[in-house]
């Protein structure tokens, strides 16, 4: 099964971008499907993106649509996140994910679906 270490957060201003990085191990993340998700204080985690495929179509949270953005490197075993033009609003535990790809046939922003979760990582967007 595959195990999920996230990294990159951190204290950003308003208007900053930060690159989130997920490093899979114990599994190629060719076979799976991969997701971001948030929750921030009070609030329920909330799905941002998903990526079924490598080079597949994404699916994007209408709040993060042009702002963050989900990519793969099947290669090096990675998942990113870069987000721009950060709000507040957006801060929050950000969390990889996944699902073995012969569980569904496309991706969903649904934390149910996803067997696997790292620990999280913290970005905290503030003046």
């Known amino acids: 099964q595959v195990q999920l270490v996230e990294s990159g957060g951190g204290l950003v201003q308003p208007g900053g971008s930060l690159t989130l990085s997920c490093a899979a191990s114990?599994?190629?993340?060719?076979?799976?499907?991969t997701a971001w998700f948030r929750q921030a204080p009070g609030k329920d985690r909330e799905g941002i993106s998903c990526?079924?495929?490598?080079?597949?179509?994404?699916v994007s949270a209408d709040s993060v649509k042009g702002r963050l953005t989900i990519s793969r490197d099947d290669g090096s075993n990675m998942l990113y996140l870069q987000t721009n033009n950060l709000k507040p609003e957006d801060t929050a535990v950000y969390y990889c994910?996944?699902?073995?790809?012969?569980?569904?046939?496309?991706?969903?922003?649904?934390?149910?679906?996803?067997?696997?979760w790292g620990q999280g990582t913290q970005v905290t967007v503030s003046s």
């Open positions: 994910a996944a699902v073995k790809a012969s569980s569904f046939t496309e991706c969903r922003l649904v934390d149910r679906d996803y067997a696997y």
């Open positions: 114990g599994a190629s993340l060719s076979n799976y499907f």
């Open positions: 990526l079924s495929r490598s080079h597949g179509e994404t």
